[in-house]
């Protein structure tokens, strides 16, 4: 079972950048597509980005475009977003969780019976 750990959140100015993991405790993460989601307060967890199981292929929210970079690294079990150009609308609380399917145009939703972390939280100012 995936047992997953966000970090690398913070409060920063607006157009600044921050990188955050996502690390799994469990033995079968490259096994997984991943992705990163986010939620502010009062609404509903969105997707924000994802990554096939390899690395070879991701998936980018439109509000990440041009901005945002996922990554993985198999074997040290991490997943990354290198967000850039920080805007105050991109102030949630980010999550990772493990997707069905990732294409270059779709991906799916976290897998039924995901248990969420606690996530890490991102606080642009204006």
């Known amino acids: 079972q995936v047992q997953l750990v966000e970090s690398g959140g913070g409060s920063v100015q607006a157009g600044g950048s921050l990188r955050l993991s996502c690390t799994d405790s469990g033995l079968t993460f490259g096994d997984y597509a991943m992705g990163w989601f986010r939620q502010s307060p009062g609404k509903e967890r969105d997707w924000v980005s994802c990554i096939n199981w390899n690395g070879e292929i991701t998936w980018y929210a439109d509000s990440a475009k041009g901005r945002f970079t996922v990554s993985r690294d198999n074997a040290k079990h991490t997943l990354y977003l290198q967000m850039n150009n920080l805007k105050p609308e991109d102030t949630a609380l980010y999550y990772c969780?493990?997707?069905?399917?990732?294409?270059?145009?779709?991906?799916?939703?976290?897998?039924?019976?995901?248990?969420w972390g606690q996530g890490t939280q991102v606080t642009v100012a204006s």
């Open positions: 969780a493990p997707v069905g399917q990732v294409t270059s145009w779709y991906c799916s939703d976290a897998l039924p019976g995901n248990s």
